[in-house]
């Protein structure tokens, strides 16, 4: 019988740092070997040091259609690929009337991710599984991020959708969306050290452990998403999230 991940091929982007390098982490751990895509090396450097053999960094943008066409060729070197996370995601606080601000967000967190699908189509595996990125403020609001908010809820509408069109050949298409997760993308929203702690602080309020998510916690579901273990689960979407959307 074959482990679980053994020798399998996962593609992940947005693998630099957060969520994304988690999953990289635990994939690898797991004796997966990992297509990982970033603009920056980051916090990938210490797992190729410890992995050298089984983690293959891809520098590209996911809005770069050249870059998504030699993370193709790349793939398609090592393929089939078994499991496909299309993770790479911004957040920009702006306002909600700004739909420029959706354009940016959506390249990334919407176009970004379903062209990355569509780049690796046709080297899928059979079985495979490919879980997008969601976010749990598609059940609530937050202002000065509806543009976010909206690529995200987007991003889901399309990949209800492109599960169905994907079973026929092997392939689960399922989201996971998470919570308020301690990674830099707080950090990215422009916010001073003051203000970021006072929203940290009422996100805190509504979190029922009374911390944030660390990003481990978040991809040891999307690790079970992309298992065996979830091969029942087609078009949902998990939502892990310490428990935000409750109150
Ligand atoms: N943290 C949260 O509270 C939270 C909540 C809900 C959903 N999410 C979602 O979770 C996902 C991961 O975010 P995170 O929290 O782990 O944030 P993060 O630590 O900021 O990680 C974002 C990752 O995306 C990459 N990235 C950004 N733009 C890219 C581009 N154009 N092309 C390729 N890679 C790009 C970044 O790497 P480079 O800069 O090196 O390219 C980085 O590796 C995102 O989709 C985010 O929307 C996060």
């Not at 379903?114 to 495979?128: G, I």
Request: glycine share 10%; aromatic share 8%; hydrophobic share 50%.
């Amino acid at each position: 019988m074959r482990i679980e991940f053994q020798d399998r091929l996962a593609v992940v982007t947005g693998a630099s740092s957060g969520i994304g390098l988690a999953l990289c982490a635990a994939l690898l751990q797991r004796g997966a070997r990992v297509l990982a895509m970033s603009r920056s090396l980051g916090g990938l450097q210490g797992l190729q040091e410890s992995y050298p053999e089984r983690l293959f960094w891809h520098a590209g943008d996911v809005t770069s259609s050249e870059d998504l066409a030699s993370l193709r060729l790349r793939a398609e070197q090592l393929g089939p690929v078994d499991y496909l996370v299309p993770n790479a995601g911004i957040a920009e606080l702006a306002d909600s009337l700004d739909l420029a601000a959706f354009d940016r967000q959506w390249a990334v967190n919407g176009a970004g991710a379903l062209n990355t699908l569509a780049a690796l189509r046709d080297v899928l595996a059979s079985p495979c599984s490919v879980v997008f990125i969601g976010s749990f403020l598609t059940r609530s609001s937050f202002p000065g991020l509806a543009a976010y908010i909206a690529s995200k809820a987007a991003l889901g509408a399309q990949a209800r959708t492109i599960a169905v069109e994907f079973a026929p050949r092997g392939v689960r298409v399922n989201l996971v969306s998470p919570g308020p997760t301690a990674t830099a993308i707080w950090g990215s929203l422009g916010l001073s050290d003051e203000q970021l702690g006072q929203v940290a602080d009422s996100v805190a309020q509504r979190l029922l452990p009374g911390h944030f998510l660390d990003a481990a916690a978040v991809a040891s579901v999307i690790l079970f998403q992309l298992s065996a273990g979830a091969r029942g689960v087609y078009g949902q979407d998990w939502v892990v999230d310490n428990g935000y959307t409750l109150s």
